[in-house]
């Protein structure tokens, strides 16, 4: 409640007290707010917490804005968790893509290969992953999408042209172009980007 007590108060615009002509006085309920006002004095409505105390204009627009702020804060760290969810996600679709400079095979293989498995996969999700890996092709360190270039895009097409064996297509050394063309790539591009970029400029192409 506020600092004055409802018998003391004085209402700011007619200067009558709680038994005026005018009605019940409202006093604020903000600490250390002196104000008081009958309700036919004032020209606004009245506000009202949730509790039922009466807050005067001032202290109601100061209470807003320091609820605004907090409801602030919390998309903002929203905002941060989605950024790292996607960053997470991006990572998660392109691990097990990474491959060595000598032999061109995976780093690390948590899991069967498909020939092992037994399982052909089908066209389908052979695209979904390449369209989902190519839309996450390379994030910032802040979690911000780098959309690809013309100019990357451009070197691409003359690494694989230049190092590219067409005899055997599964072949293309990845990591010998992206170290090769790394001064026309973004410095967050990986040889994996660059086969997802690849396989989807190839798609598209088609």
């Given at each position: 409640m506020g600092s004055v007590s409802e018998e003391n108060?004085?209402?700011v615009a007619c200067d009558g007290g709680s038994e005026s002509?005018?009605?019940?006085?409202?006093?604020?309920?903000?600490?250390?707010?002196?104000?008081?006002?009958?309700?036919?004095?004032?020209?606004?409505k009245p506000q009202f917490d949730d509790v039922g105390n009466f807050y005067c204009p001032y202290c109601a627009y100061k209470r807003m804005v320091c609820l605004c702020k907090q409801k602030g804060n919390k998309l903002t760290l929203s905002a941060v968790k989605?950024?790292?969810?996607?960053?997470?996600?991006?990572?998660?679709?392109?691990?097990?893509?990474f491959q060595n400079v000598k032999g061109q095979e995976p780093l690390?293989?948590?899991?069967?290969?498909?020939?092992?498995?037994?399982?052909?996969?089908?066209?389908?999700e052979e695209n979904m992953d390449a369209s989902l890996s190519a839309s996450f092709a390379a994030l910032d360190r802040k979690g911000t999408r780098v959309f690809w270039t013309e100019q990357e895009?451009?070197?691409?097409?003359?690494?694989?042209?230049?190092?590219?064996?067409?005899?055997?297509?599964?072949n293309i050394p990845w990591e010998k172009i992206c170290q090769?063309?790394?001064?026309?790539?973004?410095?967050?591009?990986?040889?994996?980007?660059?086969?997802?970029?690849?396989?989807?400029?190839?798609?598209?192409?088609?």
């Amino acid at each position: 409640m506020g600092s004055v007590s409802e018998e003391n108060a004085r209402c700011v615009a007619c200067d009558g007290g709680s038994e005026s002509e005018s009605g019940k006085l409202l006093v604020c309920g903000e600490n250390e707010c002196p104000v008081g006002i009958h309700e036919r004095c004032m020209v606004v409505k009245p506000q009202f917490d949730d509790v039922g105390n009466f807050y005067c204009p001032y202290c109601a627009y100061k209470r807003m804005v320091c609820l605004c702020k907090q409801k602030g804060n919390k998309l903002t760290l929203s905002a941060v968790k989605l950024a790292d969810w996607i960053s997470k996600a991006a990572a998660d679709a392109t691990r097990h893509d990474f491959q060595n400079v000598k032999g061109q095979e995976p780093l690390l293989t948590p899991r069967l290969s498909n020939e092992d498995e037994g399982v052909q996969r089908a066209p389908q999700e052979e695209n979904m992953d390449a369209s989902l890996s190519a839309s996450f092709a390379a994030l910032d360190r802040k979690g911000t999408r780098v959309f690809w270039t013309e100019q990357e895009e451009q070197a691409l097409k003359e690494g694989v042209k230049h190092f590219w064996n067409n005899t055997n297509r599964k072949n293309i050394p990845w990591e010998k172009i992206c170290q090769s063309y790394k001064d026309r790539f973004h410095s967050s591009r990986t040889a994996a980007n660059l086969k997802d970029k690849w396989k989807s400029m190839t798609k598209n192409a088609s």
